[in-house]
C-alpha cells in the first residue's frame, strides 16, 4: 500500500513538472524563431535527393526563407498564438550548411523512427545560441523527408534559451505537394503548420 502511494505521489509530481515547462511554453506571449533544422534530418530516397551540396548549400536556406517570403502564409505568430515574434535564423542557417548531408540520405525504413524526446532534449542542449537572445525558443527539428510515402516528420520543439531546457516537443507529419523540389517540401512544413495550429492552439 505505501508502495502503490509512493508511486501515484511520484507520478503526480512528474506531470506537475511537465506541466509546469510546458505551461511556459504555453504562456509565453513572446518567442524566439529560430527555424528548420535540418542538420539532423535524413532523406529517402537517394533518386529524390540526389545532390547533398544543393541541399545543404541551397535548399535549407530558402526553405527556411519562406517565414520572411511569404509571411501570410508562414505565420508563426498565428499558428502559436504569440503577440510577438522575434526572428533570429542566423544560427540554424550556419548549423544547416555545415552538416553532413550526404550519410543522411538512403533508404530507410518508413517505420524508422530516428528520435524522441530524449534526443530532441540532446539536440537542444548541442546548441550555441547566441548570447543577445532569451527567453523562449521555437524550433522545428526536422526528423525526415520521405519521397516514396510523402511525409515529412518535424519535432515542433519550444524551449528556454538560456538554460536550453526542452519547454515542450511534438512530433508533427507535414504532408508535402505542389511542383519542383524546393516548393514541394516547402508545402510540408505549412502542412504542419496547420496541423500544429489544429491541435495545439486551444491550449494556449
Known amino acids: 500500500m505505501k508502495k502503490l502511494l509512493l508511486v501515484a505521489i511520484s ?21 524566439t524563431w529560430l527555424g528548420l533544422d535540418y542538420s539532423v534530418a535524413y532523406f529517402t530516397d537517394e533518386k529524390a535527393f540526389p545532390d547533398p551540396n544543393t541541399l545543404k548549400n541551397k535548399l535549407f536556406f530558402e526553405w527556411n526563407e519562406f517565414v520572411f517570403t511569404e509571411q501570410k502564409k508562414f505565420d ?11 526572428y533570429s535564423t542566423s544560427y540554424i542557417n550556419s548549423r544547416n550548411k555545415n552538416t553532413d548531408v550526404s550519410s543522411h540520405i538512403g533508404n530507410f525504413g518508413y ?7 530524449d534526443s530532441i532534449q540532446e539536440i ?12 523562449v525558443g521555437l524550433v522545428f527539428i526536422v526528423e525526415s523527408l520521405n519521397k516514396p510515402e510523402r511525409e515529412a516528420v518535424y519535432w515542433i520543439t519550444f524551449f528556454d534559451i538560456k538554460t536550453k531546457e526542452v519547454l515542450l516537443t511534438e512530433r508533427f507529419i507535414g504532408k508535402p505537394f505542389g ?18 495550429e489544429r491541435e495545439m492552439r486551444f491550449i494556449f
Not at 517505420?111 to 524526446?117: G, L
Not at 537542444?124 to 527567453?135: E, Q, R, T, V
Request: proline share 1%.
Open 11 to 31: 507520478l503526480i509530481l512528474f506531470n506537475g513538472t511537465n506541466y509546469s515547462q510546458s505551461n511556459k511554453a504555453y504562456c509565453a506571449q513572446e518567442i
Open 76 to 86: 508563426i505568430g498565428r499558428t502559436f498564438n504569440k503577440t510577438y515574434v522575434i
Open 111 to 117: 517505420y524508422q523512427r530516428h528520435f524522441n524526446n
Open 124 to 135: 537542444i542542449s548541442s546548441y550555441s545560441l547566441p548570447d543577445n537572445i532569451s527567453g
Open 179 to 196: 511542383g519542383g523540389t524546393r516548393n514541394y517540401w516547402a508545402n510540408s512544413f505549412y502542412s504542419a503548420l496547420i496541423k500544429a
